[in-house]
């Protein structure tokens, strides 16, 4: 029934949401614990 099927869609678009959401959380984390290794190697990655 198309009930059911956009039941499935919505459920498919949070699913989706919450994945890049928390894809987003990790990539913010990562970003706060790499930041301090990262940031004086800006200088270095440019001998590359």
Do not use: W
Not at 15 to 40: D, E, K, M, Y
């Amino acid at each position: 029934t198309p009930i059911k099927s956009h039941q499935m869609e919505k459920r498919k678009c949070n699913t989706a949401t919450c994945v890049t959401q928390r894809l987003a959380n990790f990539l913010v984390r990562s970003s706060n614990n790499l930041g301090a290794i990262l940031l004086p190697t800006d200088v270095g990655s440019n001998t590359y």
